[in-house]
């Protein structure tokens, strides 16, 4: 499996804001976080956790469609997120702790995705 | 003579209606009224949310185990870095038990009865009941992930009003560890939780759970505090519902766990992790 990566990120981890979950997020590699942009697919306001489907072209032109979880809505709420925060079509850039398996999916944090155009979310507070 | 029995009958009933609403004087009790939030907010900690808030997560805990327990905790933490749950079985949307409950993943309300007082947790509803009503203990009762809490409110200053609930908890189900880093409970199960619960005296927004944990795979009672903060407000308060099978992608098959797809397929968890038994399948050639 490929990764869809753009960029590889050499950066230090940053915790995510999904760590403070009520289970273990270390299948997910905090120490070697990436980069990626693509488009929201479908955003899901869940419990337990929230999920951002990204599609993500790869460098074969091909996509791959991820599964990124995060906080839990109250979690999200808190930072101003709703459900209606991002809606499929929306083009971001995110910080991802991928799965130690390789696999397209990963952790992701409010503080760490922003609009393609580097404009910041809009949320509600 | 009608009459008069049936104003007899109506005062009596009206007596009883004033005396039952006089039996719970909520002036002897703490006001612990509105949502609490726990005081650790967890960020910028690798590890999140932990049970002992005061230390690092993991071993960081200095969870006093013993030797047998402390090599189940140690393996854990192998399988975790590896991409697998290790002990910490709540990814399935299993209740964390008690203690682990009294973290506070989400705000919780405390409402005071004079037979109960309810802790309600936003939290995937992990809620909680601690009789006072002076009741024993169940004979055989079925484990359960909260325990079976019978509690007792006491005034300690002798000021005429309760200031703590000192809380015993029974009968706790496994599989359950303290924390996500997985420490272990002994899988005996007879773990007791002994609670103190109290409003900070100087600051009456701040609510104090002095956590105690009795325990075979420990080699000394465990004392944790516990801290939450009263969400100041004037609006209404609105609580979350947290139905945990909504939208968890975590899969347990065979003892190992995997993780959904996008798609909703499975997809490896962990490093070269094999696919599940498929035995049951008729499996052909695609």
């Known amino acids: ?125 | 003579m009608r009459n008069i029995i049936g104003i007899i009958a109506l005062a009596g009933a009206l007596a009883i209606t004033i005396g039952d609403a006089q039996a719970f004087d909520d002036s002897k009790y703490p006001n612990l009224k509105g949502q609490w939030r726990r005081a650790d907010l967890g960020g910028g900690q690798r590890g999140g949310l932990r049970f002992d808030s005061s230390k690092p997560p993991g071993k960081g805990q200095q969870a006093p185990l013993i030797p047998e327990y402390q090599a189940i905790f140690e393996a854990n933490l192998a399988d975790q870095a590896a991409g697998g749950q290790g002990t910490d079985p709540t990814f399935t949307c299993l209740s964390p038990g008690m203690p682990r409950i009294m973290i506070g993943y989400a705000p919780m309300e405390i409402v005071v009865t004079p037979e109960t007082t309810y802790i309600l947790m936003e939290h995937i509803h992990d809620n909680r009941r601690i009789h006072t009503d002076g009741r024993d203990w169940p004979e055989e009762p079925e484990p359960m992930f909260a325990g079976y809490s019978i509690g007792k409110w006491v005034d300690e200053d002798g000021d005429g009003r309760y200031d703590v609930l000192v809380v015993e908890t029974r009968n706790l189900k496994n599989p359950r560890s303290y924390d996500a880093s997985g420490i272990p409970f002994h899988e005996d199960g007879k773990t007791v939780v002994k609670e103190r619960i109290y409003l900070d005296k100087a600051d009456p927004n701040l609510l104090h759970d002095e956590i105690t944990t009795f325990d075979n795979a420990l080699t000394r009672p465990w004392m944790v505090m516990k801290n939450y903060r009263r969400v100041a407000t004037d609006k209404p308060i609105w609580w979350r519902e947290d139905v945990c099978a909504e939208g968890n992608n975590h899969v347990r098959i065979g003892g190992e766990n995997y993780y959904l797809s996008a798609e909703g397929l499975l997809m490896p968890a962990k490093k070269n992790q094999a696919p599940p038994d498929l035995r049951y399948f008729k499996q052909s050639a695609r």
Do not use: C
């Open chain 1, 1 to 125: 499996m490929k990764l869809a990566a753009l960029l590889v990120s050499g950066a230090l981890a940053v915790t995510s804001g999904a760590a403070l979950a009520h289970h273990s997020f270390a299948m997910f590699d905090q120490d070697n976080p990436i980069e990626l942009e693509g488009t929201v697919h479908e955003f899901k306001f869940t419990s337990p956790h929230s999920f951002i489907l990204l599609r993500v072209k790869d460098q074969d032109g091909s996509v791959t469609v991820w599964n990124l979880e995060a906080g839990s809505p109250t979690a999200l709420s808190r930072e101003g997120w709703t459900a209606k925060t991002l809606k499929a079509g929306d083009e971001v850039r995110l910080t991802v702790e991928p799965l130690r398996s390789g696999a397209p999916g990963g952790a992701w944090n409010v503080n760490k995705i922003k609009y393609k155009d580097g404009g910041p979310i809009a949320v509600t507070h």
